[in-house]
């Protein structure tokens, strides 16, 4: 179910199947799944527990081999890369929203959106930490660099995650449940960053979520069911909508 929808496709998967042990104890996580991420787009992942949500993530990420079909990120076919070329193209290419934020809590902020650029193994540029500090400035973070993460409130970590996750400009975001540990009015403020994100910087965002009111900010909401894409709303969605339908699909399930 491939559509032309964005003019370029940040990342596609192709025929993908993740196919886990063998024989009896087979499950088949993805089946046969075709899909297009197009560049500048905020899409949301949704579907019953278990329907393969966080496989399609790994596989997308390189966290995970698929056992049939090919991905790639960018022009990049990361299906046969050995795990160290996996290793650069995540550092420099992806980035990674979780829902316990994952701060190192013995640096400041600054300190925590530098950290792919250490990790990299290089200090940043002096036109990528004028980056980082717009980063900062516009996410709210401006006057809080030298803080450390307890010092700051979960919407502001949050924050400060997905300032970490763009330092390196990466070609594509992955949000695994991202306003999991936050309350309805900074889940609201991260969200509406994510998708502003988006349309500033034609930032790609792919966002996995069981909640039908965050993927309601997305442009495209992709409904897994049993390892294969079940529907496919392009456009936004208000959160009812999106929750019938994951009841419908719970229902057949
Ligand atoms: N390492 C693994 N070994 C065997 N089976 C696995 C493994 N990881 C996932 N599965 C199975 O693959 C299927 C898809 O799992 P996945 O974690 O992708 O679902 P999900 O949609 O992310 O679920 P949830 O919403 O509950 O996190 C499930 O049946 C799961 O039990």
Request: charged share 20%; hydrophobic share 40%.
């Amino acid at each position: 179910m491939s559509d032309t929808v964005f003019a370029q496709t940040a990342a596609e998967a192709r025929g993908v199947s993740k196919i886990y042990g063998s024989g009896d104890s087979a499950t088949t996580a993805l089946n046969n799944v075709d899909l297009q991420i197009g560049a500048g787009s905020l899409t949301a992942i949704m579907g019953p527990s278990g329907s393969g949500k966080s496989t399609l993530m790994h596989v997308f990420a390189g966290l995970d081999n698929a056992t049939h079909g090919t991905v790639s990120i960018g022009d990049t076919d990361i299906t046969h890369l050995d795990d160290n070329a996996l290793t650069v193209l995540r550092r420099r290419k992806l980035g990674f929203v979780f829902q316990a934020f994952n701060l190192v809590p013995t640096l400041s902020v600054l300190g925590n959106v530098t950290l792919p650029f250490e990790l990299d193994g290089r200090k940043p540029t002096a036109a990528e930490l004028s980056w980082v500090r717009e980063l900062l400035g516009r996410l709210g973070l401006g006057m809080l660099e030298a803080r450390r993460p307890h010092e700051l409130s979960g919407g502001q970590q949050q924050r400060v995650a997905i300032a970490r996750a763009l330092a390196m400009r990466p070609q594509l975001i992955f949000a695994d449940e991202p306003t999991g540990n936050l309350d309805s009015r900074s889940s609201r403020e991260v969200l509406t960053l994510l998708r502003d994100l988006t349309r500033e910087y034609q930032q790609t965002v792919v966002l996995v979520t069981h909640d039908p009111v965050a993927a309601s900010h997305a442009d495209r909401v992709i409904f897994i069911a049993d390892g294969a894409i079940a529907r496919d709303v392009v456009g936004r969605s208000d959160a009812k909508t999106l929750s019938d339908i994951i009841l419908s699909l719970e229902v057949t399930a």
